[in-house]
């Protein structure tokens, strides 16, 4: 990696006033809470989002556990597990955090402690739109120190096998997430790509909306496995022979905008807003995961915080 620059834009603890066009850090202005279970333990569990101070980042708090039981949003402490992003601190976990992640990402919120009492967040319908309705029900609101920004300056890619994800600088300093979903051996499901630049109002409209999805042969298998027995084909989007199973589509290509979803939700373990040209094929959670470390590691922040 050699040659290859990155920049970390953190003015969190600067007392110059904000330049002009400069994004302030933000919060809930009141608490919001979503109900539902977990889409693998099949528990009930709820969900507060609680606003947080200035430069506090994103905390979950296993209220189950005490209160001393915080794992903040960090990419060290992520736990590798198949399908799911889930984050482990001195034996407390919280399990499939992509999608409150990324509603909180894609409402710009810099700061929140999110309350759960069981480890899994609920699935809801396989989307972030709950999360998403409930926080904008409770207000954001604007704090007095600018968001802590990382901008891609040069390119980078990660891949495996014949999976990848790479980013590159974005002139315009937005971010710009492409997914390219690739079943090449499925018909129903084939290729699709999707495509934003995300802001707030981007991002609840086109992918914010849009759910978990697998095939049904997937489905029986976690089923077989005790898993995900509360779980129905009107919870996600189920794919069989001749299509989407007891459901329908709220985009053609729902699934890949699904997949750039997840992909904002993972790079939020930079604990940064980022800002650049992201373009996944075939990625999942580690990969995605892979990139927000290596974003962090080639901007020289590392993984300062401690345990």
């Known amino acids: 990696m050699r040659g290859r620059r990155w920049l970390i834009l953190d003015f969190s603890h600067s007392e110059r ?22 889409y693998y333990s099949g528990l009930d569990v709820r969900v507060e989002f609680r606003p947080a101070a200035v430069d506090a980042g994103i905390t979950f708090v296993r209220t189950d556990l005490g209160p001393s039981a915080r794992i903040p949003v960090r990419s060290d402490l992520r736990v590798d597990v198949p399908r799911r992003t889930n984050l482990r601190l001195r034996g407390a976990e919280v399990a499939m955090v992509e999608h409150v992640l990324a509603a909180l990402a894609g409402l710009h919120i810099d700061n929140c402690e999110v309350h759960v009492d069981q480890a ?9 739109l709950a999360f998403v309705e409930a926080i904008q029900a409770a207000g954001i609101k604007s704090q007095d120190a600018p968001a802590r920004t990382l901008a891609v300056t040069r390119a980078v890619r990660i891949e495996h096998g014949n999976c990848w994800i790479e980013a590159a600088p974005d002139p315009s300093g937005a971010l710009r997430i492409e997914y390219r979903l690739d079943y090449q051996h499925d018909a129903v499901l084939g290729r699709q790509t999707a495509s934003t630049v995300v802001t707030p109002d981007s991002f609840s409209r086109e992918l914010a909306p849009c759910r978990t999805f697998l095939l049904a042969s997937e489905a029986d298998q976690l089923r077989a496995a005790g898993l995900g027995q509360r779980v129905t084909s009107r919870d996600v989007l ?20 699904h997949k750039a979803l997840d992909v904002l939700g993972d790079l939020a373990l930079t604990g940064c807003r980022v800002s650049g040209h992201i373009v996944a094929y075939r990625s999942g959670h580690r990969l995605n995961a892979a990139l927000a470390v290596r974003l962090l590691q080639q901007a020289g922040a590392g993984v300062a915080l401690s345990a």
């Open 238 to 257: 189920v794919f069989g022979e001749q299509g989407v199973i007891d459901n329908e589509l709220r985009f053609a290509n729902e699934c890949a905008r």
């Open 120 to 128: 899994e967040m609920p699935g809801c319908d396989g989307s972030a």
């Open 17 to 38: 006033a904000p330049m002009p066009g400069m994004h302030m850090q933000q919060t809930l202005a009141a608490p919001a809470v979503v109900h539902g279970f977990g």
